[in-house]
T-cell receptor, first 114, second 119 residues
Framework: DVKVTQSSRYLVKRTGEKVFLECVQD?????MFWYRQDPGLGLRLIYF???????EKGDIPEGYSVSREKKERFSLILESASTNQTSMYLC?????????????FGEGSWLTVV | AQKITQTQPGMFVQEKEAVTLDCTYD???????LFWYKQPSSGEMIFLIY??????QNATEGRYSLNFQKARKSANLVISASQLGDSAMYFC????????????????FGRGTSLIVHP
């Protein structure tokens, strides 16, 4: 069964802390994505990666960075967490090209910054 | 400008009735794909249905069908015979080709529609 796994389901962090959200997929997908989801705003793309060590900014990259050292793993980093980064974070992956018509999601990571 | 517009923040439907969730999109790319996802209160994103821009027929998956009107840039989701378990958030999404990103398709999501099914 295909799987996208997010390492932490629920986190509570303090303002200013460095936060790592890890995502691993077992489908050998080229593309991986990080979204944040807020009520009324839907899913907004933070960063995506289309290959190892390749990354592109999405719509809301400010305050975030990413790392993709291995094909199966895509990490989201909050260098200095702030309260406005309290949100639900979703990792997703997909294959490259028109034949990959499904985006697979992890279960989500609920982050609270206090 | 939003690429995906879902104009219905919330919808109510009686159990066993059909319901249509609206989605319009904006793209100049001739090759794109349209998705619908369901998100129950648990937070997981469940893939429902996919329509490619070159597909001649409307996609169907069980009780779900996608009413694809290309000229209107519309991709409404129709759920027939609603069930209580259909109560959830529903997201419309579009993927477009990004030539600058290794030929990858980048998905963009709408703001979602909250569907409540009444017994």
């Amino acid at each position: 069964d295909v799987k996208v796994t997010q390492s932490s389901r629920y986190l509570v962090k303090r303002t200013g802390e460095k936060v790592f959200l890890e995502c691993v997929q077992d489908m050998d997908h080229e593309n991986m994505f990080w979204y944040r989801q807020d009520p009324g705003l839907g899913l907004r793309l933070i960063y995506f990666s289309y290959d190892v060590k390749m990354k592109e900014k999405g719509d809301i990259p400010e305050g975030y960075s990413v790392s993709r050292e291995k094909k199966e793993r895509f990490s989201l980093i909050l260098e200095s967490a702030s309260t406005n980064q309290t949100s639900m974070y979703l990792c997703a992956s997909s294959s490259t090209g028109g034949s990959g018509n499904t985006i697979y999601f992890g279960e989500g990571s609920w982050l609270t910054v206090v | 400008a939003q690429k995906i517009t879902q104009t219905q923040p919330g919808m109510f439907v009686q159990e066993k009735e059909a319901v249509t969730l609206d989605c319009t999109y904006d793209t100049s790319d001739p090759s794109y794909g349209l998705f619908w996802y369901k998100q129950p209160s648990s937070g997981e994103m469940i893939f429902l249905i996919y329509q490619g821009s070159y597909d001649q027929q409307n996609a169907t998956e069980g009780r779900y069908s996608l009413n694809f009107q290309k000229a209107r840039k519309s991709a409404n989701l129709v759920i027939s015979a609603s069930q209580l378990g259909d109560s959830a958030m529903y997201f419309c999404a579009m993927r477009e080709l990004s030539l600058s990103s290794g030929g990858s398709y980048i998905p963009t999501f709408g703001r979602g529609t909250s569907l409540i099914v009444h017994p």
